[in-house]
């Protein structure tokens, strides 16, 4: 049994290992490095070793000094005599092991001997593999994105695997991408009029959205319940079967190529989220608070003003980021809706130049990252709030 | 006095909500009606514009005479499809104007030239020439002419209006159009990515709800793809999967793992070989669903975090107790605990990836057999222009919708019940 265990425990961390080591092997590549394999049995024969060893040595020696020697042995083995390769990429080898070896170094006979062993080894190993994998998958395209905006299209096509950025060069020439997007392409036309569509989105939301929501929370009037489920029923309706008749009717009304025509349907969309999420917000502010504001005769838009708006400034300001970054991302009604070149938003202009396959592609990945940058930092930086809204259901896509 | 009361607050319920449903119906209820009057009907991309009687005004000197001047206007039908009815025409100009010589369908009073042009047909083009003479001997300032612009008025029939009505459309949609073929495009992406969003969600949320270093980071990072605009991701997956100089292509080559590039997004099968069964698999529509996945798999991360935060610690220390192992601690408690999350989660997936649109559209345009019902919308409606047709396809997509709504909420009953 404890052998059984030894063994599954060795393989599995083995198998971790392989998976660390192409990962670095990959991202080492990506520097213009040129590696032709994974290694996977000389990296196999090592981790398993590592394993076996830890386990057998134990406590005997410090953990310190035993990370040290096991990520010596195979850097000098693996990067150095095999494959000759640059110091720093041998240096990241040796960070790897270390915190491969610290990381099993918890592991001993005395665990192994326990019940279900090695599932709880493959169940750690498991997250340990998994927010690895899924941090590389996530943030490598953004990761693509942004370099090859730097790049230039001769370097992109004569190595394809060289994602290096040369820092020594110009900032001119580094930012070369960037500068011919706003002078050529009228990148910052497009900013503007994305940012006049969204900012305007929301100021229009929260002033239809307010009101709405308060009298949903508050107020009796007959057709509530009916109004409250036919939101959630609109929101959940798909956008591609208002394409169509919208189209028509925007055509024949002239606005087509206009920004109140974005205005008027991405407010229609985003109001639904918008009633929803407020309505939760002001049914949990204590009631006391309006009946007193009633007894000193207070109309409703005081209240409103003067007591709602006031207390519900978190909800509000994260509708309000939510409505922003919907308007922000929107793409389908303004491929719909603009086909003139001065009205484009960015979204739709990134479309247009990707069109042209003359464009070249770090163009439109500088482009990219202008129009990413915005809805990125919004994010990371009021995460907290924005985070609690999206389990409300409130970003649709 | 309450009676008072309480009809104030109706009125005022009314007032608040008002200008917000007025919006949302007139927006989106509306156009859902208007979509089945549009599918009942043969119109194309170029009948929507309403036809319009136009005039182009040219002011011209005439030689010699400072006191004379000549106006050319070149009038037309804007459609090429419709006749425009009664069309009537006015221009003013300055007092001490007098018109030469009269058309007959026009008349020349108070300084303002009205012709009644009786109807144009489709295409219609007429050339109208007036000269002018001041009754004062000044001489003429023709800028200051060219500055009005006459008013042109007529009656058309709106195409949209008319109630002829067809059943061409639905005919074609069900029966030329592929439709099985469509159906079962649309059945694959939207079930294997509902299904596999979920599943990356699942794995993630029991990642990240156990406790290590960089905890709150990984969380931002994982929702990263959702909240990024998709223009911007499509076209980075673009390039890392295009099979000329894109970035997987490369690297693949590099460590010898292929051969020759694969085409993942332009390529509608591949063979491949799996325990000795050859089957083909579509490859660009994997693609397009692998997409799909990781662009969606953090919202069913986020539900089902929060779902797993909430479950109490409690029942994981008594099955410690009993000796449970890690897997049978997620199976036997955690699993049960988020079914209901996962079956919403599956519903509102369900319905989203259906509709989705843009995600195609940016990543295949819905070439080699990624052509789902959304994409044939837009095909229908804009690349062939035909308006019905497209209704007709967005149409059929909320009827399959509502299906699915019903028997899901009717299965879920059946469970609810059983439980």
């Not at chain 1, 918008?274 to 409703?300: N, V």
């Not at chain 2, 007139?26 to 043969?42: T, Y």
């Not at chain 2, 673009?238 to 690297?251: H, M, Q, R």
């Amino acid at each position: 049994m404890r052998t059984k265990n030894i063994l599954i425990f060795s393989l599995i961390s083995s198998f971790f290992l392989i998976f660390l080591i192409s990962i670095w092997k990959i991202l080492a590549t990506l520097q213009g490095l040129n590696i032709n394999s994974f290694n996977i049995e000389v990296i196999f024969v090592s981790g398993f070793f590592i394993s076996l060893a830890q386990i057998g040595i134990n406590d005997r020696i410090k953990n310190i000094y035993k990370s040290i020697i096991f990520s010596f042995a195979v850097v000098i083995c693996d990067g150095y005599l095999i494959q000759k390769l640059p110091l720093w990429y041998n240096i990241g080898v040796f960070l790897i092991l270390y915190f491969f070896t610290n990381k099993i170094s918890k592991y001993n006979y005395n665990n192994l001997k326990e019940e279900h062993s090695t599932q709880v080894i493959l169940f750690d190993f498991l997250t340990l593999f998994g927010i690895l994998f899924f941090s590389f998958v996530i943030l490598f395209p953004f990761y693509m994105m942004i370099v090859t905006s730097f790049k230039t299209q001769i370097a992109l096509l004569v190595n394809p695997l060289d994602f290096s950025i040369n820092f020594s060069q110009d900032i001119k020439d580094l930012f070369k991408s960037y500068f011919v997007i706003f002078k050529s392409y009228k990148f910052g036309k497009y900013i503007l009029t994305s940012t006049i569509v969204s900012v305007g989105t929301v100021v229009i939301t929260l002033l239809f959205a307010i009101p709405a929501a308060y009298a949903v929370a508050r107020l009796n009037f007959f057709g509530k319940n009916f109004l409250s489920t036919s939101i959630l029923i609109i929101y959940m309706f798909p956008a591609i079967v208002l394409v169509i008749p919208l189209y028509t009717i925007f055509s024949q009304l002239g606005l087509r190529n206009s920004i109140e025509g974005l205005l008027i349907v991405y407010t229609a969309t985003t109001l639904p989220v918008a009633i929803y999420m407020l309505q939760g917000y002001f049914k949990s502010i204590p009631k006391e608070l309006e009946e007193a504001a009633i007894m000193d005769k207070l109309s409703w838009f005081g209240i409103i003003t003067k007591i709602i708006i006031p207390l519900s400034i978190p909800a509000i300001s994260s509708v309000a980021l939510y409505v922003f970054m919907i308007a922000w991302n929107e793409f389908l009604f303004s491929l719909m809706f603009l086909d003139n070149p001065n009205s484009f938003t960015l979204s739709r202009a990134i479309q247009y130049l990707s069109g042209d396959a003359e464009t070249p592609r770090q163009y439109l990945m500088a482009g990219s990252v202008v129009v990413t940058l915005p809805v990125l930092f919004i994010f990371v930086y009021f995460e907290k709030y924005l985070v609690s809204g999206l389990t409300a259901g409130s970003v649709k896509g | 006095m309450s009676d008072k009361l309480i009809s104030s607050e109706k009125r005022t319920a009314y007032i608040l909500t008002l200008p917000a449903v007025l919006l949302v119906f007139g927006i989106i209820l509306f156009p859902i009606f208007s979509n089945v009057w549009i599918s009942f009907k043969e119109v194309e991309l170029k009948d929507i514009r309403i036809p319009e009687p136009r005039a182009k005004k040219i002011v011209k000197t005439i030689s010699g005479e400072t006191t004379k001047i000549k106006i050319l206007y070149k009038l037309r039908n804007s459609s090429l499809l419709q006749e425009i009815r009664d069309v009537s025409f006015q221009d003013k100009f300055p007092k001490n104007f007098e018109i030469e010589k009269l058309d007959p369908r026009c008349s020349f009073e108070k300084h303002t030239l009205k012709c009644e042009f009786g109807n144009w047909p489709a295409k219609y083009r007429e050339k109208l020439n007036v000269v002018f003479e001041t009754n004062d001997g000044s001489n003429i300032d023709k800028k200051r002419l060219k500055l009005i612009k006459p008013k042109l008025d007529g009656k058309s029939d709106n195409i949209l209006l008319n109630t002829n009505f067809t059943l061409k459309n639905f005919k074609k949609v069900l029966f030329e159009n592929e439709f099985l073929d469509l159906l079962l495009t649309t059945f694959y992406y939207t079930f294997f990515g509902t299904v596999g969003s979920i599943v990356f969600g699942i794995l993630t949320a029991q990642m990240v709800n156990q406790k290590f270093h960089g905890r709150t980071f990984m969380r931002s990072v994982l929702l990263f793809p959702y909240v990024a605009p998709v223009v911007a991701l499509a076209y980075t997956w673009e390039l890392l999967l295009d099979p000329n100089s894109g970035t997987l292509n490369s690297l693949l080559i590099n460590y010898q793992i292929i051969e020759t590039p694969i085409n993942l997004l332009g390529q509608k099968y591949i063979e491949l070989n799996v325990l000795g069964f050859d089957f083909k698999l579509r490859l660009a529509l994997t693609t397009v669903i692998m997409f799909e996945i990781w662009r969606y798999f953090p919202l069913a991360f986020l539900f089902i975090l929060a779902r797993l935060q909430a479950i109490p610690k409690e029942l994981y220390e008594a099955a410690d107790v009993d000796g449970a192992s890690p897997f049978q601690k997620f199976f036997k408690i955690t699993l049960p605990q988020i079914t209901a999350v996962i079956s919403i989660l599956f519903m509102i997936r369900f319905i989203w990836n259906f509709n989705k649109f843009e995600d195609v559209f940016l990543l295949t345009g819905g070439a080699s057999g990624t052509r789902t019902l959304p994409i044939n919308v837009y095909q229908q409606g804009f690349a062939i222009s035909d308006i019905g047709m497209g209704s007709a396809v967005s149409i059929v997509i909320v009827l399959l919708l509502l299906m699915f709504m019903f028997f899901y909420f009717k299965l879920l009953g059946k469970r609810v019940d059983e439980d």
